[in-house]
């Protein structure tokens, strides 16, 4: 069941990525071809934190600009949060990751 709701909170994310944002390549941003590996790894990490029991995917952004994986939104605790990030950065080709998620006390 978890992993069922993980492939579809995934697939849904990976076809919101396509169709909010389009093709389009503006001048000095991504190619297409990072565009494309970023929508994936954006995929996957919700993908992740879907199948995590401890982070709430739905209250955590996740954004990828040229393998770079920015989070933002809010946190339960400080666990949270850094859980995460760790899943953000165990995901293939992620080259940083930027945290700035806040912890709601």
Avoid at 1 to 25: D, H, S
Avoid at 54 to 82: C, H, P, R, W, Y
């Amino acid at each position: 069941m978890k992993y069922a709701r993980a492939l579809a909170f995934a697939a849904a994310a990976a076809i919101t990525v396509v169709t909010a944002t389009g093709c389009a390549v503006a001048r000095d941003q991504e190619t297409v071809g990072s565009y494309i590996d970023d929508a994936g790894i954006t995929t996957a990490v919700k993908a992740k934190m879907a199948e995590d029991k401890t982070v709430a995917a739905t209250s955590i952004s996740v954004e990828t600009l040229n393998g770079t994986v920015q989070l933002s939104g809010f946190a339960k605790s400080q666990a949270e949060k850094d859980q995460a990030e760790a899943l953000a950065r165990s995901v293939k080709n992620v080259k940083g990751v930027r945290n700035n998620i806040v912890v709601r006390p």
